[in-house]
């Protein structure tokens, strides 16, 4: 049973962070790939959601969720057996084919 918990709870994380990834493209950059220049979106972004959530939500990680979105548009596309981990190490690869063959 806690083994499954715990895959439950690292399931959910992916999924959560994929939607704050989707909050950020869709709603805050009004659906561009990437905010407008100067606007400092990211930052104000981690500053207000650490202080309302706590941790996981600094610069770096609201990067990663935003490539998590636009690189996975359907949330189906996100595999049952991968963790956050394994995403923010998939999404450091620019060419779609060398990150499809690390997928698998």
Same mark, same amino acid.
């Given at each position: 049973? &806690?083994?499954?918990?715990?895959?439950?709870? &690292?399931?959910?994380?992916?999924?959560? @962070?994929?939607?704050?990834?989707?909050?950020?493209?869709? /709603?805050?950059?009004?659906?561009?790939?990437?905010?407008? @220049?100067?606007?400092?979106?990211?930052?104000? !972004?981690?500053? +207000?959601?650490?202080?309302?959530?706590?941790?996981?939500?600094? &610069?770096?990680? !609201?990067?990663?969720?935003? !490539?998590? @979105? #636009?690189?996975?548009?359907?949330?189906?596309?996100?595999?049952?057996?991968?963790?956050?981990?394994?995403?923010?190490? #998939?999404?450091?690869?620019? +060419?779609?084919?060398? &990150?499809? /063959? @690390?997928?698998?």
């Amino acid at each position: 049973g &806690r083994v499954s918990a715990v895959k439950a709870g &690292r399931r959910q994380l992916v999924i959560t @962070y994929w939607q704050v990834g989707k909050h950020i493209v869709e /709603f805050e950059q009004k659906g561009a790939q990437k905010a407008i @220049y100067g606007t400092r979106l990211l930052a104000q !972004l981690a500053k +207000d959601l650490s202080h309302q959530l706590g941790k996981g939500f600094n &610069r770096s990680n !609201l990067i990663y969720m935003r !490539l998590c @979105y #636009l690189n996975y548009p359907d949330l189906g596309l996100l595999s049952h057996q991968l963790t956050w981990a394994h995403f923010v190490e #998939l999404l450091k690869i620019d +060419d779609p084919l060398e &990150r499809s /063959f @690390y997928e698998k």
